[in-house]
């Protein structure tokens, strides 16, 4: 018993001291190594978006990262890992809002293809072929007809996989791109209800519908000219009372000009306490029909929607 | 004492005689630098575990002591690993899993068990320098070896210095990449025990 009591309080003793040396190596590195590893992301993804101005804000740790420039969005970087010869390769890359590839980076670091072989996908010559490449040209030309990547010679597996990871990141980021991270998620309820003017919320009838004191406010997509157009409509009976269209700081990313003109006040103004079975009378923005009309069909469905709620 | 020193550099060297520790000294002996950087944490933690056993040998119980050194080895371990991923990033990256892997290495655990559990610490330090430094002698030059025959280069530090040039350009373009690759460890480690054998015998 004296002896097991003895050796429980050794061991207690050894990890004691050995936490309280531990905890105080981690209190003095801990900063260290996060100012590293933070200054080391930012200068990569400073390399796939050379441009001075812009800014990154991360949507997902170490895959996702949304690029703008002031409260413009200009693009997005991505990392996207694909299985190469030996290792898993994971190239960072930078698109543009049209879904171009600006630059993309395939670091050294955690990549264990062969030495002298495979390892030359990190050199720069195979990582520039990408630029001002879109999805259908990202193959390699011994792969399909369209690609335009010439593979490092003996090391076809793991430039097919580098060549992959590209297109297929792309593919996999492609809504978030073209809704600029405003996708349908994005826009917060608490968004939603500060731009509808509602005061207070009676009850969240469905997700993207709400019931007001006097109103019903619900948000609604329609794919426009280039993306999808969201518009929040607040609805007293069959009366439209005023709608708010997404703003391009809000994420529409229809062709600047007369087409983003739609989500401007004096377009909105026109929905304001109009008959639902008027919407499609209402004049469409010269020059912007396209845009108008998907405003208008997002009006109307989202109006189904709530007739089927109140049945 | 100095006695002690100079076998664990040579008479017990640990790649070369006792033959153990091997798994780390054939992975990052690809050049001199990773050698050099983890032949440094080798004997930080050798010398560091081996005080502290020392130390504690009379306290710690026998059926109890294979998990108290793993607690006291692997505390200098992770130590070792914060401060390299704080202070020499590049560095960490390279040697990557094999610094936390110092912890099951054998030949530190080996001296733990074998020399620091049974000597006075004075002892134990020298014994821990002494084995450490040799280890770090051998994994520095299979470093060399391999860096030279297989980039043609010599000490170079990624991302701060390209290394010596030892030989012109025409080698670097072809070089023997076997040698940096893993039967290139073996060659070198064959090579040094061959060494040291046939001049260690006379």
């Known amino acids: ?311 | 004492m100095k006695r002690v020193f100079i076998d664990g550099i040579i008479k017990n060297n640990m790649v070369l005689v006792l033959a153990i520790g091997l798994c780390p000294t054939l992975a990052v002996s690809t050049s001199a630098y990773n050698a050099l950087g983890m032949g440094l944490a080798v004997i930080f933690v050798l010398t560091f575990s081996n005080l502290l056993i020392s130390l504690l040998r009379n306290l710690i119980p026998r059926n109890l002591r294979i998990p108290i050194f793993i607690v006291i080895i692997s505390t200098f371990v992770t130590m070792v690993d914060y401060m390299l991923k704080a202070y020499v990033p590049p560095l960490s990256r390279q040697l990557g899993i094999f610094v936390p892997l110092i912890v099951v290495n054998c030949g530190i655990l080996g001296r733990a068990e074998g020399y620091a559990y049974k000597h006075p610490p004075h002892y134990a330090i020298m014994d821990g320098l002494g084995i450490g430094l040799g280890f770090a002698i051998i994994l520095f030059i299979m470093g060399t070896i391999r860096e030279i025959l297989g980039q043609g280069i010599w000490l170079s530090i990624p991302g701060v210095f390209p290394g010596f040039k030892v030989f012109g350009e025409a080698f670097t373009n072809s070089s023997v990449l076997l040698m940096i690759l893993p039967p290139g460890g073996f060659l070198a480690i064959a090579l040094l025990m061959g060494l040291y054998n046939h001049f260690g015998k006379k």
């Open chain 1, 1 to 311: 018993m004296k002896s097991k009591a003895r050796q429980v309080s050794v061991l207690f003793i050894v990890a004691i001291i050995s936490a309280f040396l531990l905890s105080f190596v981690y209190k003095e590195t801990k900063p260290v190594i996060l100012e590293y590893s933070s200054k080391e992301l930012n200068s990569s993804l400073r390399k796939v978006f050379p441009d001075s101005e812009v800014h990154f804000k991360t949507v997902k740790y170490d895959t996702l990262w949304r690029v703008s420039e002031g409260n413009r969005y200009v693009g997005i970087v991505f990392r996207y890992g694909k299985r190469g010869y030996s290792s898993i390769i994971r190239p960072i890359v930078g698109v543009d809002s049209t879904g171009k590839i600006i630059k993309i980076l395939i670091p050294k670091e955690g990549l264990s293809e062969t030495p002298g072989l495979g390892m030359k996908v990190t050199e720069a010559w195979f990582g520039q072929q990408f630029s001002g490449l879109t999805e259908d040209e990202i193959w390699l030309r011994c792969d399909n007809e369209n690609g335009k990547i010439d593979g490092v010679t003996a090391a076809t597996i793991s430039s097919r996989a580098a060549t992959a990871a590209v297109r297929e990141g792309l593919k996999e980021f492609e809504d978030y791109l073209s809704t600029g991270g405003h996708g349908e998620s994005k826009w917060y309820s608490d968004d939603v209800i500060r731009l509808s003017g509602m005061e207070e919320v009676e009850e969240v009838v469905k997700d993207k519908l709400w019931k007001g004191k006097d109103r019903f406010v619900y948000l609604s997509y329609k794919k426009g000219f280039i993306s999808k157009v969201g518009v929040v409509v607040s609805i007293h009976k069959d009366t439209v009372l005023g709608i708010h269209i997404q703003r391009p700081e809000e994420g529409i990313e229809e062709t600047p000009g007369y087409v983003t003109r739609v989500s401007s006040p004096e377009f909105e103004n026109r929905f304001g306490n109009v008959y639902i079975g008027d919407i499609d009378k209402l004049d469409a923005l010269s020059g912007a029909t396209v845009t108008s009309e998907a405003v208008k069909e997002a009006i109307k469905l989202g109006y189904e929607e709530l007739i089927k709620e109140r049945k």
